[in-house]
């Protein structure tokens, strides 16, 4: 068990360019999420996968973000036309929904939009 | 809708005295509860977590919580803290209907003295 693991850590952009993270879950979680971070408060729910259905989605995430989990495995989060206010922490979390519903969280995705 | 209030934004304590951080929830049904921690730059790690049973909840480090339901709260607790303990708290809920999304307060900054 790796754990749940964020790529890039870090993703620094200029205003309009699109941006994609990538999740890779804990190996057996079925359910995955996605947490938007801004600095001093807490995480803000985006979005969730049950295997490769997203079940839900946040009034947050707006029209340029999109998700996937096309197998069921990991997840990408994109974000077409970055704007200023996009700049935060984008945080995975994983579970499984046959267990104690905890979530196990990555160490998170930095972006910063110039 | 459920809500999550932490009143505290910082405290500080001295290394060796006792800790409470306060959690106050809004949840229509049973909720389920968590503490995590953060550290700077880092993703969350989950503290401890009630479902069900025994209100009083022991977790890692030494902490405990103890889930009051006529107070709606459910804070956090330890004895003893320690120079390692400084780092970021959030209190969360899981909705239990709809795929424990979690909600999370706006966090507790905890300072220790030497």
């Known amino acids: 068990d790796t754990g749940v693991s964020q790529d890039p850590r870090h993703k620094i952009t200029k205003r309009g360019q699109n941006v994609t993270f990538r999740c890779d879950p804990i190996?057996?979680?079925?359910?995955l999420y996605w947490y938007r971070q801004t600095l001093g408060q807490g995480p803000e729910f985006l979005t969730y996968f049950q295997n490769e259905a997203q079940l839900e989605k946040s009034r947050l995430l707006s029209d340029r973000f999109s998700a996937e989990r096309p197998k069921g495995s990991f997840s990408t989060l994109e974000i077409q036309r970055t704007e200023q206010g996009d700049s935060a922490m984008y945080l995975c979390?994983?579970?499984?929904?046959?267990?104690?519903?905890?979530?196990?969280f990555g160490p998170g995705t930095r972006l910063t939009v110039l | 809708a459920q809500s999550v209030t932490q009143p505290d934004i910082h405290i500080t304590v001295s290394e060796g005295a006792s800790l409470e951080l306060r959690c106050n929830y809004s949840?229509?049904?049973?909720?389920?509860l968590f503490w995590y921690v953060q550290s700077p730059g880092q993703g969350l790690q989950l503290l401890l977590k009630?479902?069900?049973?025994?209100?009083l909840v022991q977790g890692i480090k030494g902490f405990e919580a103890e889930f009051k339901r006529s107070q709606s709260s459910f804070n956090l607790r330890k004895p003893s803290v320690h120079w390692s303990d400084a780092a970021e708290y959030f209190c969360?809920?899981?909705?239990?209907?709809?795929?424990?999304?979690?909600?999370f307060g706006g966090g507790t900054r905890l300072m220790v003295k030497p």
């Open positions: 949840y229509g049904a049973t909720p389920y």
């Open positions: 969360a809920v899981g909705a239990s209907n709809a795929g424990n999304m979690l909600t």
């Open positions: 009630y479902f069900s049973g025994d209100t």
């Open positions: 190996s057996e979680h079925n359910r």
């Open positions: 979390a994983s579970t499984s929904s046959k267990g104690g519903y905890e979530q196990f």
